[in-house]
């Protein structure tokens, strides 16, 4: 490839933005047998989220900048910043040339709570331990989960079938994370995208949340592996059923079985594998 025949790239216009949008289109360079090709890619957006409670900025993510209301209230009740979708009074996004910004405003109890325990979250896309100060901070170990009645395996592999067309951020850019909500037949409900795979999952939560879903009537999906922090949040949102495309790790495990959670990986065309409480899963 030469020079010559590299086009340049576009100017993306992600800093002088006043309207982000989830994805970007860029100028770049194929190769495809030998032969250089000039082409336009979708590419997926990050922008830093800052969100803000009662005034004060407590964190700021790298995420998509789609369904942001939902995000903040997923993440505030995860975090356990909120216990209740009725916390949370107001939310307004605000675009900038820098970012985001999610002005939250929450019961007084809430923030006097948040002031006492806070900290720096610096947050990352690949990371969900961000800003942590302290292993009493990181490892905070979920409530079970109430019981539910047992999930089919053939309701996991139809909503693994139909999860594609859910995806369009993926399908654009190939780089967008979803996590969707099924309920016990397999047919999707909700799916929300993000570039984060914990973003994705606080994104459905804060849906849930909104709608009021049951969430003992249904389980939830994840385009990634399925890490403790992926656990943790499915349990704050009592999410029984977690089925993940990827592995568990073996912290991720050990949080499942204690919250009573069935954690499910591996979960392909075909298969899936059930590492804690396979009796909520029925063969067919």
């Known amino acids: 490839m030469t020079a010559s025949a590299q086009p340049k790239p576009d100017a993306c216009p ?3 933005a006043v309207q982000w949008d989830a994805r970007a289109t860029v100028l770049a360079c194929r190769l495809v047998d030998g032969e250089t090709l000039a082409s336009v890619e979708n590419v997926i957006e990050e922008v830093p989220v800052a969100l803000v409670y009662n005034g004060i900025s407590h964190a700021v993510m790298l995420a998509s900048p789609n369904d942001l209301e939902d995000f903040a209230l997923g993440f505030s009740l995860s975090e356990g910043i909120l216990q209740s979708p009725g916390e949370l009074y107001d939310c307004e996004v605000v675009h900038s040339a820098k970012g985001i910004e999610v002005s939250l405003e929450i019961a007084a109890a809430r923030m006097f709570g ?3 325990r806070r900290r720096n979250l610096a947050g990352r896309t690949g990371c969900g331990l961000c800003g942590v100060d302290s292993l009493e901070a990181a490892v905070r170990p979920p409530a079970p989960v109430a019981p539910r009645t047992a999930v089919r395996a053939s309701a996991i592999q139809r909503a693994l079938a139909e999860l ?6 993926h ?3 190939g780089a967008a994370h979803a996590a969707a909500w099924a309920d ?3 047919k999707l409900r909700l799916v929300r995208e993000d570039v984060g795979r914990h973003n994705a999952l606080d994104k459905l939560a804060g849906a849930l949340a909104t709608r009021r879903t049951n969430t003992a009537d249904g389980f939830a999906l994840v385009t990634s592996r399925a890490s403790y922090e992926m656990v943790h949040k499915a349990a704050a949102a009592g999410i029984g059923v977690l089925a993940a495309i990827s592995a568990p790790t073996a912290f991720a495990v050990r ?5 009573h959670v069935t954690l499910i990986g591996l979960a392909r065309t075909g298969r899936l594998t059930a590492y804690t409480h ?4 029925l063969g067919t």
């Not at 949080?255 to 919250?259: I, Y």
């Not at 396979?278 to 899963?281: F, S, V």
């Open 171 to 173: 399908r654009a850019t």
């Open 114 to 116: 948040l002031k006492e």
């Open 184 to 186: 016990d037949d397999g």
């Open 164 to 169: 594609n067309a859910w995806q369009p951020l």
């Open 278 to 281: 396979p009796d909520q899963l």
């Open 14 to 16: 992600a800093f002088d």
């Open 255 to 259: 949080v499942a079985d204690a919250a």
